[in-house]
């Protein structure tokens, strides 16, 4: 089946403005997570969503981040006031559920922001 | 948090060689996986391997959770071998992969 998919792929936004991110996960996984990637800076984790439960935020840099899961499947991840620290490549991923062999985690593609 | 390391940060390689890359947790985990980016930024899943052997190819994974340590295994190297492989963990209870700062790979022909 299809993989992780997110957009858009590419976004120049202007300093000050929000931002929307997409993320379509894997069909039937539970579990949804997202990290960023900066230069310098590794890879690292944003916020968790699993099934209902309250989503792990302890990630999120500042309370310009958001994101919200809607009907357990597709994400958003809105920043707001965009800053050029902002700057990264924003990955998604899912995974069947939290826990055991089925804990592995798929990545998708990324959606490169670069701040002006 | 559950620290994670990884060496060699670079390694460069003559296509045809071997070559093992090492990443070190600071804690117990339930989740450790080795992810290869590609030069388009694509995370792809290599091993789900929190302990261990798994073999696949030309790639083989070691985790010994006890040492809290796991190896990458690259045998025959090949060009398309090239790009950064990142380890990342979870430690038990936890919710989120922590990841090490990779190891970039450059196979020259």
């Known amino acids: 089946g299809a993989g992780v998919s997110q957009s858009p792929s590419n976004k120049v936004t202007e300093k000050g403005k929000d931002v929307e991110l997409r993320c379509d996960p894997i069909s039937g996984h539970t579990a949804l997570y997202w990290y960023r990637q900066s230069l310098g800076q590794g890879l690292e984790f944003l916020i968790y969503f699993q099934g209902n439960s309250a989503p792990d935020k302890s990630g999120l840099p500042s309370d310009r981040f958001s994101a919200e899961r809607t009907g357990g499947s597709v994400s958003t991840l809105t920043i707001q006031r965009t800053q050029q620290e902002d700057s990264a490549v924003y990955l998604c991923?899912?995974?069947?559920?939290?826990?055991?062999?089925?804990?592995?985690?798929?990545f998708g593609p990324g959606t490169r922001l670069t701040v002006l | 948090g559950i620290q994670v390391e990884q060496s060699p940060p670079d390694l460069i390689l003559q296509e045809g060689a071997n070559s093992t890359l090492r990443c070190n947790f600071s804690d117990s985990v339930n989740n450790l996986q080795w992810f290869h980016q590609n030069p388009w930024g694509q995370l792809i899943n290599l091993f789900y391997i929190p302990s261990g052997t798994k073999q696949n190819g030309r790639l083989s994974a070691t985790t010994v959770a006890t040492e809290r340590y796991s190896l990458l295994y690259i045998s025959s190297s090949q060009t398309t071998d090239s790009g950064v492989y990142f380890c990342a963990a979870r430690k038990t209870a936890g919710n989120k992969l922590t990841f090490g700062g990779g190891t970039r790979v450059l196979v020259k022909p």
């Open positions: 991923a899912s995974s069947l559920a939290a826990g055991g062999r089925t804990d592995t985690q798929y």
